[in-house]
């Protein structure tokens, strides 16, 4: 008797929206693991009456959680690592924006916001005279750092340049945020056969570990808990997720 092959090996995009339908399903992005983690609580009534064994067991289901390991440093990507909120910043010029300074030599002074290089940056001292590029400062990616000997001394200076568009991810502001993951998957080892996982509500946890600064491709380990969606009603189906398979 012949038996039909249905070896696996998944891939595909996972999508995220928030519980409550606020924001679309958008992609998380390059993924390289996605997995379901399942704890049991288990009772036994060991069998007494000679021989061994058990007599009786009951067995639940105590939790359900899941891992997403993603590779893209998206914003939304790292609010959810870190519980935060992800929004966009204003590309409007800004003028004569106040920092602090020591007028030591290599001292860096960040801009509020990621200055576009391309565009006028107008660095003043605390006399609102123009200080010169080579002579006072230098530009960096983040803002100005301090040329020794120069104009900037522990008065403090302004700056006048033009933002890039960027995101800013506020970390640890968010919790207990909700949301609905689908998976749209392929079987690599089945011609790409179609299936598809709906998971109703999950509830990400913080992320242990973020790198930063590595040889290696960065990756973000998101861990959530998948937990019972009583909005969803009807005999057979499930409260936690429904997984759809292409014969």
């Known amino acids: 008797m012949s038996t039909m092959d249905r070896s696996f090996i998944g891939a595909g995009s996972i999508y995220l929206k928030p519980a409550d339908d606020s924001a679309p399903l958008l992609p998380v992005g390059n993924v390289?693991?996605?997995?379901?983690?399942?704890?049991?609580?288990?009772?036994?009534?060991?069998?007494?009456?000679?021989?061994?064994?058990?007599?009786?067991?009951?067995?639940?289901?105590?939790?359900?959680?899941?891992?997403?390991?993603?590779?893209?440093?998206?914003?939304?990507?790292?609010?959810?690592?870190?519980?935060?909120?992800?929004?966009?910043?204003?590309?409007?010029?800004?003028?004569?924006?106040p920092h602090t300074s020591f007028g030591v030599a290599d001292?860096?002074?960040?801009?509020?916001?990621?200055?576009?290089?391309?565009?006028?940056?107008?660095?003043?001292d605390s006399l609102d005279?123009?200080?010169?590029?080579?002579?006072?400062?230098?530009?960096?990616?983040?803002?100005?750092?301090?040329?020794?000997?120069?104009?900037i001394d522990n008065l403090g200076v302004s700056v006048s340049y033009t933002p890039l568009p960027s995101d800013m991810v506020q970390a640890l502001i968010e919790s207990g945020k909700e949301f609905a993951l689908f998976m749209e998957g392929l079987n690599d080892a089945q011609d790409g056969k179609?299936?598809?996982?709906?998971?109703?509500?999950?509830?990400?946890?913080?992320?242990?570990?973020?790198?930063?600064?590595?040889?290696?491709?960065?990756?973000?380990?998101?861990?959530?808990?998948?937990?019972a969606d009583t909005t969803v009603t009807g005999s057979g189906l499930s409260t936690f997720m429904q997984i759809d398979l292409a014969q």
């Open 32 to 97: 390289s693991e996605f997995k379901f983690s399942f704890e049991e609580d288990k009772k036994e009534l060991k069998n007494y009456l000679g021989g061994g064994g058990n007599r009786n067991t009951i067995s639940r289901i105590s939790s359900i959680s899941a891992s997403v390991t993603a590779h893209d440093f998206t914003a939304d990507n790292l609010a959810m690592a870190l519980r935060g909120s992800a929004t966009s910043a204003s590309t409007t010029a800004i003028t004569d924006e």
């Open 107 to 124: 001292e860096l002074i960040p801009f509020d916001k990621i200055p576009d290089l391309t565009k006028a940056i107008t660095v003043k």
């Open 194 to 227: 179609a299936f598809n996982i709906r998971v109703h509500r999950v509830k990400f946890s913080p992320v242990q570990n973020l790198d930063f600064i590595s040889d290696d491709f960065a990756s973000i380990p998101l861990e959530l808990d998948v937990l």
């Open 129 to 151: 005279t123009t200080l010169t590029e080579g002579d006072d400062y230098m530009l960096t990616k983040a803002g100005i750092k301090v040329v020794d000997g120069g104009g």
